[in-house]
């Protein structure tokens, strides 16, 4: 049977040897009721009780078993050994098993299994040792929570766990600046490979690689390729490791991973070739077959692992919950993070393919049996030749033969057929052994660091002690490697414990304690077994019976060797563990490890490179010495140089590497400080939570620790601090020695009085030392005492019991018979009141019955009179009516004779009026004639144009004779038509009297057949028209039945809403508070959400500043700059825009300024950036609506030209309209820039005017800016008649050129019409020409109109009617555009109306189909995007409003700002010329203006000002000013920036303002005070800006005055959110130092501190004492001191006037942190969860309740945080015994999970003998009922979480002007305005 046994587990063994000693312990221990421990042949120990005492001399001992069962235990007469004691419940399962007081075997096996199977501990500690028990399930405790839960914490502080190992190895390197090793061991599936690899985790998460080279995800990538090449599954294990390694982690200065680097023993070929039942071969074979259809493996010709001889020797080929495929992705992500390539890979893979290929070669064997062939078409070896690129024939050759090299010839000789296999078996294994130690190569050097390596751990998986029925070389190379470990471990424990004595200063006698180098010598000594067997193979015939019997031959007297009495090949080793009977048949070949040159020749010769390097490096270098037996290689300098192998014979043998490199290893070992791992396998079945103590008691057996625990035995195991003994035995101290303060004296004394043998205990310089057992006594004494006390307490409660009885049954007499008494009292009364109600009941009722009856008659006389006196009134009014009536129709008649008489007389009159004026305009109209033919009328007409009528005359003259000409040939060309009609009627005549008369009956004929089909195709037409018309008919009827059942299906649907609303209300009811509850949980995830990214984000500028810093010093060159502050200032908030002005942020503007700040400087600004790309957007808009515009009229043009190819007067209009727009369009462009030109230059000469004038007040400037603006208003006005006119005449030109090429290609006709449609005068083309020209040149120069007259003021008046009929066209031109642009318009909006209805008829078609409630959230759906939509538009037209009343108030605001400067400017100099008349000098004084509240500062003043009020501020310089004042004093700047209107000040006051906060946060980061001072400034400005921003939702509680100091021009909306952003990130580094002050104290104050004196115990801690434990402690904390903290924590907040929202929020979690710490504590430690922790818990946190409601911050929600930590301390005190019990704590444990209650109750551990352990069904009974939890698989809480902050709008109640700035501020410079 094998035996892989773990070797050195500290298991505290009780060795009885002294017989004085076990005298004592018979006469005190071994008495009635004692407790002991029997051996058991099922159970290896069973516990039984003493039933009488044991006297001297009796020959055995009377048990009482578990099961009550009697039985006889016999005495050795001769060694007289007593039964082992068993230790007290308080002391069972320990997380030390040195705290036991028993320290012997059953006790160990015991405590392991209590912890293992009842509390699911896999850990334990045995002194330095750490005990790791395979649970064969996997645990939820090595998440990356429980990792940063142990990093940090002293390794006694938490409960046993391989983290703990892990970071006690770290801190030890890191403090100690010494080298570390984690030896792990244990046999096969006993979890060392993963005890390994969870360490290296944790070295990976802690000691995290410092660059970004990312070597720890390195470190962690390399375990799935060593799984995968150097793990198999055994019938002990599916994931055994086959092979050692040692991995060595490199660590720098700073304690972060640089590199590793890994060395590995004795790889097991032997399975590459063969498996047993039940076994695989390497996890790589089977991951290859299982990705055999992947395209890129498809040229490995693999199949299932089923047809391969190699893979399926074992049977089964799968691992049940393994996937083969997916584990062979993992293993090639790992190659490709370790940076081999892929042609590397694809190689890696060939070889192993093809040692499968080499498995399946069938060898045939020949007629005789000493030869034999294998087959030329045999597939399997011609992919083997062809996967490894080697000659096919070759390698068949010599796979059948072998050659002989003697001194004389050479023989090539066959083989026979099991020597054949042997040598392919032994390429296989050569083959794989091979490429193993490449990859190990490959993986050290993706692993290697060229930085310098300050310090390694080293992390040891190696094999333990193995035996089997057949043991061989590999077990022997295995159990001399344990011999070895052994011996450093013994020296080890032995130096540890010699060392705590001296350190402790107790006496202490050195002793001889057992070593092995015996055992070693006759291993490795000369001539030992090693060196006889490398001797015996280099013999040429060597047997291995030879050597076995030179092995008897020259050890045989040796202690630890001996010859088995039936067997002459065997032998016997003496190990410190077992003897081991190992059969030497095969140790010589496996020595040797030689293979066929021939075949190895042929690899050489590979055409793949990676094969041929595999088998070059064995001849071209010298092998190091090799870690493993197949050729993995590690780096080892020898201290001589090796010369060359010669030939195979010279070469090193596998014994004399292994021993070679585990000298190595030893040497490193002892190099550093160990740190050990003994890993137990519970069971061989793989069952989880299965013990089986025959299998573990082998393992604690085979540890090899005896000598160990002699040592501890011999000396004082026990060990207590004085602080700690005295908590845990006061009460076994007398009241007059506690009176004395001095604990170590009262430990002395009392001490000495209860233990009167002075050898049982020792004091030492800070602890007390005791002998086995003694703690046990103590323990005994402390019992007694206790039950005595408890005796006492019960005799006094029961007395006060039956007291309170008595007098409760007596009150309870007293009590009876006052009631009786008083019943019959009541009952008298009772019937006295009822009698009383009779007489009280007949009076009312007869009462009534009067009443009732009188108020019946009473209500018939009321009805009669009604009735009369409405009859009298109807008659009455009826009368009133008729005269009434009577009176209208009177009234009407008489109105219609007043009004005909009045209408009779108006038209009199009007006829007279008509007469009267008609008679005074004839006479008017003769005055006007006769003075329009006096002489001086026609003298004023005709003043100066005698000449213009000559010239008119001659004109007219020349004009009647052309007409005269053409009246000619008028009258001729009429004379000739007269002629040809005449002639025309002859001929007609004449055929009227031929014989063609036929012809014309003939055409009369067709045109009545003609009419005759015309009116038949009318008739036709008529009934189609009939028959679409009853169509349309139909279809209208149609349509309307459809809108009738639709109105119908509307109402249905309706009547079906209406139900479905009343059937869901309620549901709606209960369903609205959860989504209230959901709605406000996903808005606390979305703004935790942001605020990590907040808080990420500063951490990066963090990290990038750092950065940069660090590139600073490094890169310190004498070239190099520093940026400006501007610039810095503009990076480090590049991600947010600097204003969001609303038309400051004009395009023009914004490229005003990019051409001042320049290219780079703009670039950086975000605002400018978004004002041009908005700019840009709207350009690129109106470009494609002009281009839509344009290509309608290019096609419309086109279909005019297609239609009327020759153009006509409409066309060339058209044209000339086209030519005048595009025209005036660049005249106008041109023109503007021009005025802005103008403009500016006039803006700036009068602002420089301006200047003058209030420098010298008595200029006369009024009057010249009067002038400048009477000239500017003449040019302008000028200018726009001019620019008319030369667009004008342009225009002409162009539709005269037009029409030019118009005529030439149709009839000229140079007198033609000109092209305006409403002008009638003909207008000659060159006199337009010439005109144009003449104005162009009036532009420069003034010229005369020469060419018309000698004045030229003829052509002046014709060219002015000109241009008015040119106006008037283009007025009437610009109001046909307008009325076609207007058309198109309402066109576009028919068209999108029409499409918006097809839309709506096919939604509503589709939504008939839908059922109903589909149609109402159909419906619901529409209407919200109609109303989104809506809103949209909204918004877009209120923010463009918005905009341009801005831009209106801003342009309103300068123009009176510039008006009242001119004013006073005018004032001024008025005022200043009145002075200078005055004869004497008058002082007139200025009156003051009252503060507004702002604060002016010039520009270069702002550093000076973020300087003192920001980056050099202490917050004790502002004690007793107003909370917050830097941020008034910054928002009283800002307002003035803004009332001046400078953006660029806003800009550059904020973004400095900013990063200088960032500044002092980084420079002040742990400083709780500065932190808090900023975030409650920063908040304040925040809300400084929200209020005085403008809108209303922030200004309902301002007052009027406040209302004064809003901000008017700009909004700082943008920059609202960069604040807000700034106070996250300011709160997470208040939040960051509040933790860290905080975190040290909590465990101490809440979990170990005494609050409640005398309440705790403290029980035996065993070797790892816990450094909390130090009798009054630096680190020892109270409740009181983290109080204090808080106080001050407060203090400051509310002194610097944060928030009271935010400061309920800080306190919410830092009680949320308090909560997470404590619980993760309890949570991973056994010695607090404890009845008595749970009260002090409790009251701790009452305490901080107190101290919430003190400071009225229970509304804060912090208690509501701590609901974890109160239902925990609850737990810890409830019951834990029956099921109502279980419902109880199920139903209190609402906020803890299901992982965590169950944690709990494993953990609980009674502190006292009275209370009790949670039993193993107690706890299922709580699983199963709180299995259907949905709870997290999370164990702990995640300390560092934070909720997200929350800011809310608080308003200042203060006023601006209010504000006094303090002169310690040093902001003189500032000036009130």
């Known amino acids: ?684 079945e793989k069952l989880p939570f299965h013990f089986d103590p025959k299998r573990a008691v082998q393992q604690l057996r085979a540890c090899g620790v005896l000598e160990t625990i002699r040592i501890s035995a011999a000396g004082y195991p026990s060990r207590w601090t004085y602080h700690d003994f005295f908590n845990r035995y006061r009460m076994l101290i007398k009241k007059r020695e506690l009176a004395s303060g001095d604990k170590k004296a009262i430990c002395r004394s009392v001490l000495e009085s209860l233990i009167k043998d002075p050898d049982k205990f020792q004091f030492g310089r800070t602890k007390i030392f005791f002998r086995a057992g003694q703690v046990a006594y103590l323990e005994k004494l402390r019992a007694d005492k206790f039950r005595a006390a408890t005796i006492t307490i019960q005799k006094t409660v029961r007395g006060w019991l039956q007291r309170v009885k008595y007098r409760r049954l007596k009150g309870a007499t007293l009590t009876l018979q006052r009631y009786c008494r008083g019943h019959l009292a009541r009952r ?114 005709n003043v100066g144009m005698e000449n213009k009528v000559v010239q008119l005359q001659r004109k007219i003259d020349d004009q009647n004779k052309e007409f005269k000409t053409l009246s000619e040939q008028l009258s001729a060309a009429a004379s000739a038509h007269a002629m040809e009609v005449t002639k025309l009627r002859k001929e007609l005549a004449h055929y009227q009297q031929s014989p063609g008369g036929d012809v014309g009956l003939r055409l009369q004929e067709e045109v009545e057949s003609l009419r005759t089909e015309l009116q038949r195709a009318h008739s036709e037409r008529k009934i189609l028209e009939d028959a679409h018309s009853r169509e349309n008919d139909e279809l209208r009827k149609r349509v309307a039945d459809l809108e009738q059942e639709n109105a119908l299906l509307k109402d249905e649907k309706e009547q079906l809403n209406h139900q479905i609303l009343s059937q869901s209300k309620d549901d709606l009811a209960r369903g609205s508070a959860q989504e209230n509850l959901l709605m406000k949980r996903e808005l606390e995830e979305e703004r935790s959400r942001y605020q990590n990214l907040v808080k990420e984000y500063s951490r990066l500028e963090q990290r990038y500043d750092n950065l940069r810093d660090e590139m600073t010093i490094i890169k310190q060159t004498p070239g190099h700059k520093r940026n400006p502050s501007n610039q810095s200032s503009l990076e480090s908030d590049s991600n947010y825009p600097s204003i969001s002005t609303s038309e400051v942020g004009d395009t023009e503007d914004a490229l005003q300024q990019v051409e001042e700040i320049g290219l780079e400087k703009a670039a950086l600004d975000m605002t400018v950036f978004l004002k041009l790309q908005k700019r840009v957007r709207e350009l690129e808009q109106e470009r494609r609506k002009l281009q839509a515009q344009l290509e309608r009229r290019e096609q419309q043009d086109g279909r005019k030209v297609q239609v009327e190819p020759p153009k006509n007067d409409i066309d060339l209009d058209q044209d000339t309209d086209l030519a005048y727009n595009t025209l005036k369009r660049q005249e106008l462009e041109s023109e503007n820039k021009k005025l802005k030109n103008d403009l500016n230059e006039l803006r700036k000469a009068v602002a420089d005017q301006a200047t003058q004038n209030n420098a010298a007040p008595g200029s006369g400037s009024p009057d010249g800016y009067g002038l400048l603006l009477n000239q500017l208003r003449l040019a302008n006005e000028e200018l726009e008649v001019r620019k008319e006119e030369v667009l004008i005449l342009r225009t002409q030109i162009v539709s005269a050129d037009q029409r030019r090429l118009a005529g030439k290609s149709a009839e000229p006709n140079i007198n033609a019409r000109t092209s305006w449609p409403n002008s009638e005068k003909h207008v000659d083309q060159e006199d337009a020409i010439e005109a144009y020209h003449g104005v162009c040149q009036t532009n420069s120069k003034t010229e005369d109109w020469g060419y018309l007259n000698e004045d030229g003021e003829l052509g002046l008046a014709y060219q002015g009617l000109k241009q008015v009929a040119r106006l008037l066209e283009a007025q009437l031109q610009a109001q046909s555009r307008a009325h076609e642009e207007e058309v198109e318009c309402l066109k576009a909006q028919v068209e999108a109306l029409k499409e918006e209805m097809d839309r709506q008829q096919q939604t509503f078609s589709q939504t008939l189909l839908l059922s109903p409630e589909a149609q109402v959230e159909f419906g619901v759906q529409q209407e919200m995007s109609r109303l989104t939509n809506e809103n949209l538009d909204l918004k877009e037209l209120v923010e463009k409003l918005e905009k341009n009343e801005k831009k209106l108030k801003k342009q309103l605001k300068i123009h009176m700002k510039r008006v009242q400067d001119l004013e006073a400017a005018q004032t001024l100099a008025q005022n200043g010329k009145r002075h200078q008349e005055l004869s004497r000098q008058v002082a007139v004084q200025r009156k003051e203006k009252d503060f507004q509240g702002m604060l002016e500062y010039h520009r270069e003043d702002e550093a000076l000002l973020v300087r003192n009020l920001v980056t050099e501020l202490k917050p004790q310089a502002l004690a007793g000013t107003v909370p917050c004042l830097p941020a008034y004093i910054l928002y009283m700047c800002i307002r003035h920036a803004d009332y001046v209107n400078d953006d660029l000040k806003v800009h550059s006051l904020l973004t400095s303002t900013i990063n200088g906060i960032k500044k002092v946060l980084k420079k002040h980061s742990d400083d709780f005070e500065m932190t808090s001072f900023w975030l409650s400034n920063t908040c304040r400005l925040l809300h400084c800006l929200k209020q005085y921003s403008g809108d209303e939702g922030f200004m309902t509680q301002n007052t009027a005055k406040q209302n004064e100091h809003c901000l008017k021009n700009f909004d700082l909306t943008e920059y609202r959110q960069v604040l807000s952003d700034l106070s996250i990130q300011i709160y997470q580094q208040l939040i960051k130092i509040a933790e860290g002050v905080l975190q040290p104290m909590i465990v101490s104050a809440m979990l170990e501190n005494e609050s409640i004196q005398g309440l705790s115990g403290v029980k035996p801690t065993g070797y790892r004492k816990r450094s909390s434990s130090m009798a009054d402690g630096d680190h020892s904390y109270c409740l009181e001191a983290v109080i204090r903290q808080m106080n001050s924590f407060h203090t400051v907040m509310c002194d610097q006037g944060l928030d009271p929202e935010i400061i309920l929020q800080v306190f919410k979690q830092l009680f949320y942190m308090i909560t997470a710490v404590t619980l993760n504590n309890l949570l991973l430690r056994k010695d607090v969860c404890s009845w008595s922790t749970g009260m002090q818990l409790r009251y701790n946190i009452s305490q901080l309740e107190e101290w919430l409601r003190g400071r009225n911050l229970h509304q804060s929600g912090a208690v509501q945080t701590m609901e974890p930590l109160i239902q925990a301390a609850q737990l810890l005190q409830l019951k834990k015994k029956t099921p109502e019990d279980a419902e109880a704590i199920c139903s209190l444990s609402t906020s803890l999970s299901t992982q965590q209650i169950v944690k709990i109750l494993n953990l609980y551990t009674p502190l006292n003998e009275f209370e009790e352990r949670v039993t193993v069904g107690f706890i299922r009974t709580i699983q199963a009922q709180l299995q259907d939890r949905n709870d997290p698989q999370q164990l702990l809480l995640d300390y560092k979480h934070m909720f997200p902050v929350l800011f809310p709008f608080n308003p200042s109640a203060l006023t601006m002007d209010s504000i006094h700035i303090p002169a310690c501020l040093n902001l003189e410079f500032l000036t009130e305005v």
């Open 1 to 684: 049977m094998l035996y892989k046994l773990c070797f050195p587990l500290v298991v505290i063994f009780l060795v009885h040897k002294s017989p004085g000693r076990q005298g004592r312990w018979r006469g005190s221990w071994h008495e009635w009721n004692t407790r002991v421990w029997i051996p058991d042949p099922e159970d290896v120990w069973r516990p039984a009780e003493l039933t009488r005492d044991y006297k001297e001399g009796d020959r055995s001992l009377q048990l009482r078993l578990e099961d009550d069962t009697i039985r006889e235990y016999p005495i050795d007469a001769q060694s007289k050994q007593l039964p082992f004691l068993r230790n007290p419940d308080i002391l069972v399962g320990e997380n030390d098993l040195t705290a036991l007081s028993y320290l012997h075997e059953p006790a160990v096996l015991h405590n392991l299994k209590v912890r293992f199977l009842e509390s699911n501990h896999i850990y334990t500690y045995c002194g330095i040792v750490l005990v790791a028990i395979n649970p064969y399930e996997q645990l939820p405790i090595y998440g990356q929570d429980v990792i940063y839960a142990y990093s940090g914490q002293n390794m006694g502080d938490m409960d046993p766990h391989i983290f703990a190992v892990a970071e006690e190895a770290y801190k030890q390197m890191a403090r100690d600046e010494k080298n570390q090793s984690i030896i792990v061991s244990g046999e096969s599936g006993a979890g060392k490979t993963v005890s390994a690899k969870y360490a290296m985790r944790y070295f990976a998460t802690v000691g995290g690689s410092a660059s970004d080279t990312n070597i720890e995800e390195k470190v962690l990538a390399s375990s799935p390729i060593m799984e995968a090449i150097g793990n198999a599954k055994t019938t002990r294990n599916d994931n055994s490791s086959r092979f050692g390694k040692y991995i060595q982690i490199g660590f720098d200065k700073r304690y972060h991973i640089i590199g590793a680097n890994m060395r590995t023993y004795l790889l097991e070929k032997s399975r590459v070739v063969f498996q047993a039942d039940d076994e695989r071969n390497y996890h790589i074979f089977y991951q290859l077959c299982a990705a055999a259809s992947l395209p890129e493996l498809k040229e490995l010709a693999l199949t299932c692992a089923e047809d391969f001889f190699y893979t399926s020797q074992g049977g089964d080929t799968s691992i049940e919950g393994v996937d083969d495929a997916e584990d062979f992705e993992k293993t090639r992500q790992a190659f490709t993070l370790l940076g081999v390539r892929e042609s590397h890979q694809i190689s890696i893979f060939k070889i192993i393919a093809s040692i499968l290929h080499l498995g399946n070669v069938e060898i045939q064997a020949e007629r005789q049996d000493d030869s034999c062939s294998v087959s030329p078409q045999d597939e399997h070896l011609s992919a083997f030749c062809r996967l490894l690129g080697v000659e096919h024939s070759q390698m068949e050759h010599w796979l059948c033969h072998r050659k002989l090299v003697t001194t004389a010839e050479t023989y090539v000789k066959t083989m026979s057929l099991q020597q054949v296999v042997n040598a392919r078996n032994a390429l296989a294994k050569h083959i794989y052994a091979q490429l193993f130690g490449w990859i190990v190569e490959q993986v050290n050097k993706a692993l290697h660091t060229a930085l310098k390596q300050h310090s390694f751990i080293g992390v040891l998986d190696i094999y333990g002690f193995e035996t089997f029925e057949v043991n061989s070389f590999e077990q022997f190379c295995i159990n001399y490697a344990n011999e070895k470990l052994q011996q450093q471990f013994n020296s080890h424990v032995f130096k540890l414990e010699q060392e705590e004595y001296m350190k402790e200063q107790i006496p202490w006698t050195l002793i001889d304690f057992y070593d092995n180098q015996p055992c070693i010598d006759l291993i490795e000594a000369k001539l030992g077994i090693l060196d006889l067997l490398d001797e015996e193979c280099k013999v040429p015939k060597g047997t291995d019976q030879n050597w076995a019997q030179k092995l008897y031959d020259r050890h045989g007297g040796c202690q630890h060797f001996q010859k088995p009495r039936m067997s002459n090949t065997a032998f016997i080793v003496a190990h410190f563990a077992d003897k081991v009977e190992y059969l030497s048949d095969g140790f010589l070949e496996k020595n040797r490890d030689t293979d066929e040159e021939q075949q190895i020749n042929i690899l050489k010769a590979s055409k793949c490179p990676l094969v041929a390097d595999l088998f070059h490096d064995d001849k071209d270098s010298v092998p190091a010495p090799s870690t493993s037996a197949k050729g993995s290689k590690i780096n080892v300098r020898s201290s001589r140089p090796l010369l060359k192998a010669s030939n195979k014979e010279h070469k090193k043998t596998v014994g004399h590497q292994f021993r070679t490199s585990l000298q190595l290893l030893m040497e490193t070992l002892n190099a550093t400080t160990p740190h050990y791992v003994r890993c137990i396998k519970p069971n061989d």
């Open 828 to 941: 008298l009364a009772e019937h006295l009141r009822r009698t009383r109600a009779a007489v009280v009941f007949q009076k009312q009722y007869r009462m009534r019955r009067a009443r009732l009856a009188y108020r019946k008659v009473r209500r018939a006389a009321i009805v009669i009179q009604a009735c009369t006196r409405g009859m009298f009134v109807r008659r009455i009014y009826r009368q009133v009516l008729r005269e009434h009536k009577a009176t209208v129709i009177q009234k009407h008649v008489r109105g219609w004779a007043a009004r005909r008489h009045f209408l009779r007389l108006r038209g009199a009159a009007i006829v007279i009026q008509c007469a009267f004026r008609r008679l005074k305009a004839k006479q008017e109209l003769k005055a006007l004639k006769i003075e329009a033919r006096s002489a001086e009328h026609l003298k004023r007409l």
